[in-house]
């Protein structure tokens, strides 16, 4: 802290009221910097983490973003921030092109100055065991030395207002937090109780949405000065007030939404900050810091999954944030016996990470975890060896278990695919040990993209059209087909002959999916078996749901999970009886087919692969006859005779 700040802090300057500024230090005498020893270790540790940990295209990203931030911590205020080579002759950011567009444009200069925070939420932190606390802190520290401070918003429970500050339990559980976070090097942790103030007038009554909170940042530099020397920060659950005089307790998720509303430089609460609103030459907001992240670390983990196998892995709330929302309000309203299940604070955080995602940049994220998981602790269950595979979850075949937080902030995706079946989630085994098993307790969220589907299965269920009867065609005005177009050329590399298409999907169209902005889709038809008429294959049953083209443009192959949500929206609500498709033999995406299939198999004298989700294909011969009657019978519709890239 400079010198300034510390005079600002202990005479309560510029502040009506006279609120005490005060910000703790948990080794005041130490050094903010890290030592030549400790920069060593941090450049080390970020090498083997991204070494080990992310695909060249994830460092890639990751470095573009990060990459001044790391290379500045590493270097120290003495050095100027440079550009260190990693793995592959990757280089950091400011030797990194950049491409941006659209509403992503923004001042580099500015965002190069400020730094890259998560507002970390804890709750019940007395609760946790020093273990977990311990590695809670250790993971922090871990995230700060990959280019992510963290700032900390306790919740201690009703008893937090029993006591005055100094006996309280927040006041206990933010020194203990700090002493922790001390153990992992410098720079030290402080704690921030002068920032978050109460509006004099709050509504009346009810219950208010976060984003209606009466709880703001009235004094910026007792948050903005130790961060930009690179301090994790501890902000308690309490607020100053002017009616008062003094603090009140102030619910941790206002904190939260007002922390992430002020360093994005949005203005809520009754009245600015202390340096008040600020705004770029462009007229913009300019942001504090860049909140990369919203992390919430709960002993009851992730949002529950919708069959009971342990927390959803992801959740795209354009998309699901409702249907999430009501399933959690219709446990909670019908009582179901489960003191693990707490509806209300899955609503609560559910509804906490929606109202900050808002107002973040659209490539921010949220992380729900249990202490243990942010810990990187494997707690063993009891009665677990030879449990059942498929309930397993937390590692992908052979991969290594990986620490949710910090896996996230280099990929922005969860530990594995959301579109991953239950059965296909394994774990490590050696030749005569079987781990434990552990259901996956964290769900990412982000504020994801909205996915439209023609025909809507919720009021329309998906079924083989009668011969004769209306249906969809390419050439609907609800179908954007030049862009439609667009995304299969771009991803599959080649022209496909439009003409043909159309011609052929005429009459078997079954539907048509898209994510985002033609970001990503499905098109799927009905197929009926060679030779077979369409009236007689409707009567009989044997039209075969079959996806024709699966496309994801390139630039949002990888990220973003928009193959997820396309995969997840055919088999969930489009067709959950299952579908099945062909793919060339040599295709480089049938690693992801075949874990996301329920069968395939290779058909003979053919270049090609079939797969298929539906779960008890394989015991009715008939069945798949006819998926492989349907898929070696598929005339391509494509402008060149080139092998199509994926």
């Known amino acids: 802290m400079s010198s300034a700040a510390e005079n600002e802090a202990q005479t309560g300057r510029g502040q009506p009221g006279g609120a005490p500024a005060t910000t703790t230090s948990v080794s005041p005498a130490r050094s903010p910097y890290p030592s030549s020893a400790e920069a060593k270790h941090k450049r080390e540790f970020l090498i083997s983490v991204l070494e080990s940990s992310a695909t060249k295209r994830d460092a890639k990203a990751y470095l573009q973003t990060f990459g001044g931030s790391v290379a500045a911590g590493a270097a120290g205020p003495k050095k100027p921030p440079t550009s260190p080579v990693l793995h592959d002759g990757i280089r950091a950011v400011a030797d990194m092109p950049l491409f941006v567009q659209g509403l992503a444009k923004e001042n580099l200069k500015e965002a190069d100055e400020t730094p890259h925070v998560a507002i970390v939420k804890m709750r019940d932190p007395q609760a946790w065991g020093d273990d977990h606390l311990d590695g809670v802190a250790k993971t922090l520290t871990q995230l700060r030395d990959l280019g992510m401070l963290s700032v900390i918003v306790l919740e201690c429970g009703a008893e937090e207002s029993r006591a005055p500050w100094q006996g309280s339990v927040a006041a206990e559980q933010s020194n203990r ?21 109460k509006m004099l007038d709050p509504p009346s009554q009810g219950a208010v949405p976060i984003s209606s ?6 004094f910026d ?8 020397h690179g301090h994790i920060l501890v902000v308690p659950p309490r607020a100053y007030s002017d009616r008062d005089l003094g603090f009140t307790t102030a619910n941790s998720s206002e904190v939260v939404f007002a922390l992430t509303a002020f360093f994005s430089g949005l203005p809520i609460g009754g009245r600015p900050s202390q340096s008040g609103d600020q705004v770029n030459e462009e007229g913009r ?29 992801f959740i795209n709330l354009e998309q699901e944030f409702d249907d999430v929302r009501n399933a959690l309000a219709s446990r909670t309203s019908a009582g179901i016996p489960d003191e693990k299940s707490g509806g209300e604070k899955h609503l609560e955080n559910l509804e906490l990470v929606k109202a900050t995602l808002a107002i973040l940049r659209p490539n921010a994220s949220a992380v729900i975890t249990s202490p243990a998981e942010a810990a990187n602790l494997k707690e063993p ?17 052979t991969r290594r278990w990986q620490n949710p937080l910090i896996h996230n902030l280099l990929t922005n995706r969860p530990i594995y695919s959301s579109s991953l079946p239950i059965g296909r989630i394994k774990p490590n ?17 982000t504020k994801g993209m909205p996915v439209t589907i023609f025909p809507d299965p919720r009021t329309t269920r998906w079924q083989p059209p009668q011969p004769g009867g209306p249906r969809l065609r390419l050439t609907d005005t609800c179908i954007d087909l030049p862009r439609l177009i667009h995304l299969i050329n771009d991803s599959f590399s080649r022209k496909l002959d439009v003409e ?28 009926r078996p060679v030779g077979m008429d369409e009236e007689t294959a409707y009567r009989s049953g044997r039209l075969v749901p079959y996806l024709d083209k699966f496309a994801v443009l390139k630039k949002s192959q990888g990220a973003g999970g928009v193959a997820d949500t396309v995969f997840n929206a055919m088999v969930r609500d489009c067709f959950p009886d299952g579908v099945c498709w062909r793919s060339r033999k040599d295709n480089p995406v049938n690693k992801w087919y075949f874990e996301r299939s329920c069968g395939d198999q290779k058909l003979p004298d053919s270049n090609w692969t079939m797969f298929w989700t539906s779960p008890d294909a394989s015991l009715h011969e008939r069945l798949i006859q006819d998926y492989e009657d349907v898929c070696r019978n598929v005339v391509p519709s494509w402008a060149d005779t080139k092998q199509a890239a994926d």
């Not at 909170?213 to 009235?218: I, K, M, N, R, Y």
């Not at 504090?288 to 670390?297: C, E, M, T």
């Not at 043909?500 to 197929?527: D, F, K, M, P």
Request: net charge negative; with cysteine.
């Open 177 to 197: 937090i700090i002493q922790a976070i001390g153990r992992y090097g410098s720079p030290s942790a402080e704690i921030v109780d002068s920032s978050i103030w």
């Open 213 to 218: 909170s009466t709880v703001f940042v009235g």
């Open 285 to 313: 907001p300019v942001c504090r810091a860049s909140v990369d992240r919203i992390i919430v670390i709960d002993p009851l983990g992730g949002i529950p999954g919708r069959h009971g196998h342990g927390a959803q892995v």
């Open 429 to 445: 085994a050696t030749d005569t040990e079987v781990r434990m098993p552990r259901m996956p307790t964290t769900t990412l969220a």
């Open 221 to 228: 530099r007792a948050l903005t000065t130790p961060l930009k």
């Open 381 to 397: 269950q009891p009665g677990a060896h030879g449990a059942d595979v498929e309930q397993f979850a937390g590692e992908v075949k």
């Open 500 to 527: 043909h298409y159309l011609c052929r999907v005429e009459n078997s169209l079954a539907g048509i999916i898209i994510a985002g902005e033609y970001e990503g889709g499905a098109i799927l038809t009905w197929e």
